[in-house]
């Protein structure tokens, strides 16, 4: 099975930045196109960004100029920079690998890891 850690959320002010990281085990990352999701309280989940194998980004809109996906195959890690931070960014961010079901990035796997908790606030 393949697990998923997430981490590097925290508490952060409007305007500030943190940077994600999704260690993956159990299998390796390099073929795969993997992404970020998360979920407000309240709210389902949502996806955020992915990026092929190949290196290309995708966004949800309300992400785009402010988010960043990176990948480290050799770490077998995804990372996620996220700038220009608000109170809506609050949520608990996960990670999995993704393919395009229906013209939308969706998760591989029905399982997640226990991802990290990034909360907004002044």
């Known amino acids: 099975q393949v697990h998923f850690v997430e981490s590097g959320g925290g508490l952060v002010q409007p305007g500030g930045s943190l940077k994600l990281s999704c260690a993956v085990s159990?299998?390796?990352?390099?073929?795969?196109?993997m992404g970020w999701f998360r979920q407000a309280p309240g709210k389902q989940r949502e996806w955020v960004s992915s990026?092929?194998?190949?290196?290309?980004?995708d966004y949800a809109d309300s992400m785009k100029g402010r988010f960043t996906i990176s990948r480290d195959n050799a770490k077998n890690t995804v990372f996620l920079q996220m700038n220009s931070l608000n109170p809506e960014d609050t949520a608990v961010y996960y990670c999995?690998?993704?393919?395009?079901?229906?013209?939308?990035?969706?998760?591989?796997?029905?399982?997640w890891g226990q991802g990290t908790q990034v909360t907004v606030s002044s």
């Open positions: 159990g299998d390796f990352i390099g073929s795969y196109a």
């Open positions: 999995n690998r993704v393919y395009v079901k229906m013209a939308a990035w969706s998760p591989q796997y029905n399982y």
């Open positions: 990026i092929t194998s190949g290196g290309a980004t």
